[in-house]
């Protein structure tokens, strides 16, 4: 009678795990989906989030439970989904801030290709110059003109520091020689908040998040702070155009999984989101929010990841300090 050998026995047993390790994924996703949220909830990735998340759960057959991690310019949330197990079960809906600004201007206990699969991208979404209706200004001439009569008194919302309403007002002081001053929140949704209610005189929020308020007349916009106009918005000028140069902050966002993703799993996911993406009450539902639809294969997202992290670091550095 012969014995099984020690180096069978090891490898039937690594030939079972990995026809487990397979069947696993076959079979992905069999519980629910964690969408982690970067900032607080009610403000444009909020939103986001929910509108593709639940669509996404439809197509894979399983919930999509969207998580709020505000705080620290989204490198709490950041880190958090980095340090998780790379099974596709917890996914992040990063944008400009998280993947491109903030890495950019301080170092963080992540990194924006290294710790992330892509899955795919989501929208694009201008940045717009808004200011509360309240102080009685309506073009950008016209808030130049009020802050030099309220030097003390001119202040933007951000949504933190080293996010794109934060770069895009130190870039516009830059650009004008404006002195406006920075007052920087927990997200967009309650930068927003204070705006309306004329805390803070001047925003630069995403379209996205800007664009239902603007139907109430609480906020007026002065202009697109990005290379093109907005296409809910076709007679608003950009900054450019208006004779502010250099203030270009176009605000994306997308989801992205914790690195070394398996294949398939990727695969799968990035199915679900563009199908989501596709659906026509989805893309109806972000383009009325003032966002553009935009998809891609995770290498594209990959590609388009590294160039950002080139961008943003070669504006930091020549800037000489963290915005």
């Known amino acids: 009678m012969a014995f099984p050998t020690r180096s069978s026995i090891l490898g039937a047993a690594a030939l079972c795990l990995a026809l487990g390790g397979q ?55 950041a880190d958090y989904v980095a340090r998780q197990p ?71 919302a951000s949504a933190g520091p080293g996010t794109a309403p934060a770069v895009a007002g130190e870039l516009f002081n830059r650009a004008t020689g404006a002195a406006m001053l920075e007052i920087p929140y927990k997200g967009s949704a309650p930068a927003m908040t204070d705006t309306l209610a004329g805390v803070t005189q001047v925003m630069f929020p995403s379209l996205f998040s800007a664009y239902p308020h603007l139907k109430s007349g609480k906020i007026v916009a002065l202009g697109v702070a990005g ?12 900054l450019a155009e208006l004779g502010v140069k250099g203030v270009d902050v176009a605000q994306w966002y997308a989801v992205f999984a914790p690195a070394n993703a398996n294949a398939d799993v990727v695969a799968k996911l990035n199915t679900a989101l563009n199908g989501a993406l ?16 935009r998809t891609s294969t995770p290498g594209e997202l990959a590609a388009f990841v590294r160039d950002e992290a080139v961008k943003w670091k070669r504006l930091a550095t020549s800037m000489h300090a963290a915005l």
């Open 86 to 156: 790379a099974d596709g079960y917890t996914l992040m809906l990063g944008y400009i801030g998280t993947h491109g600004i903030n890495p950019a201007l301080q170092k963080l206990n992540y990194d924006p290709v290294r710790d992330f699969t892509a899955i795919g991208m989501v929208a694009d979404s201008p940045t717009l110059m808004v200011v509360n209706s309240g102080i009685g200004v309506h073009d950008v001439a016209g808030l130049i003109k009020y802050g030099q009569a309220h030097p003390d008194g001119l202040s933007f």
């Open 278 to 293: 596709h659906d026509p009450a989805v893309a109806r539902k972000i383009d009325e929010q003032g966002a553009e639809v």
């Open 23 to 77: 069947a696993a994924q076959a079979q992905f996703p069999d519980r629910a989906i964690t969408m982690v949220v970067p900032t607080a909830a009610g403000g444009g990735n909020d939103t986001l989030a929910r509108v593709i998340g639940q669509k996404m759960g439809e197509l894979l057959g399983q919930t999509v439970i969207v998580v709020n991690k505000p705080g620290a310019q989204g490198a709490i949330a």
């Open 227 to 238: 290379a093109r106009r907005a296409k809910v918005l076709p007679d608003m000028p950009t």
